[in-house]
């Protein structure tokens, strides 16, 4: 059974035109991570959510942005897709209450930009 | 900050064999939480191994055991009898604190031969 599950699986957009990634879990965990992983990279936090609590990346674009409209659901917006932004982006969620840490991945989203 | 270094970026193993995996990681934390994560080919990130630092005993899950070594600061994963279904990419990861972020190594290819 998917615990996080991530639509699309695959997305091709245009350069410059906006693009949103969803991320759905049934954990009821409380957070929420977006990463990018680009090409034999490790993968790279954008920002998390805290309940609603939004944590930005120093370094995250601001052509990034993501909204969380309830416990269940989390979304990435770019908002003005560059050629650089094609990547696997992959949502995770955790239970910050629990002290194991662990991260539950979804099976990503591969992102191509032409 | 901290960094997470793994030196090997790809590895190959007979069927049925052991192998081991490295990872070197810096902090200056004195608590925090490391694990090793499996990403097969078009699948899902999913969580292999996890170790408390403050445990000195080494974390094991059937075929899999690290080699836990804080003062020199290294976190290596052993795979016993590895199988087919071993082959993937394996990440290390460091994360300090409950609902925190994972900052990962760059990841090591795993083949399985038969």
């Known amino acids: 059974d998917a615990m996080v599950i991530q639509n699309p699986r695959y997305q091709v957009t245009q350069f410059g035109k906006p693009v949103t990634l969803s991320c759905s879990q049934t954990?009821?965990?409380?957070?929420m991570y977006w990463y990018q992983q680009k090409s034999s990279q490790a993968p790279k936090l954008l920002f998390h959510?805290?309940?609603?609590?939004?944590?930005n990346e120093a370094d995250t674009p601001d052509n990034f942005q993501s909204r969380r409209p309830n416990t269940s659901f989390c979304f990435l917006d770019i908002r003005s897709p560059g050629l650089g932004d094609a990547a696997m982006y992959l949502c995770?969620?955790?239970?910050?209450?629990?002290?194991?840490?662990?991260?539950?991945f979804g099976a990503g989203t591969r992102l191509s930009v032409l | 900050a901290q960094t997470v270094t793994q030196s090997q970026p790809e590895m190959s193993v007979q069927e049925a064999e052991t192998v081991t995996l490295s990872c070197t990681y810096d902090?200056?934390?004195?608590?925090?939480?490391l694990f090793w994560y499996k990403q097969p080919p078009s699948r899902q990130m999913i969580l292999v191994i996890r170790?408390?630092?403050?445990?000195?005993q080494n974390a094991t899950e059937n075929r899999f055991s690290v080699n836990f070594q804080k003062a020199a600061k290294s976190f290596s994963l052993k795979i016993s009898d590895s199988q087919l279904g071993d082959t993937a990419m394996y990440f290390c990861?460091?994360?300090?604190?409950?609902?925190?972020?994972?900052?990962f190594g760059t990841g090591t290819r795993l083949a399985v031969r038969p």
């Open positions: 954990l009821n965990h409380n957070v």
């Open positions: 959510y805290y309940d609603k609590d939004f944590n």
């Open positions: 995770a969620t955790s239970d910050g209450g629990l002290a194991k840490n662990i991260q539950y």
């Open positions: 170790q408390e630092a403050y445990k000195q």
């Open positions: 990861a460091f994360t300090r604190s409950s609902g925190d972020k994972l900052t």
């Open positions: 902090t200056s934390e004195n608590n925090y939480y």
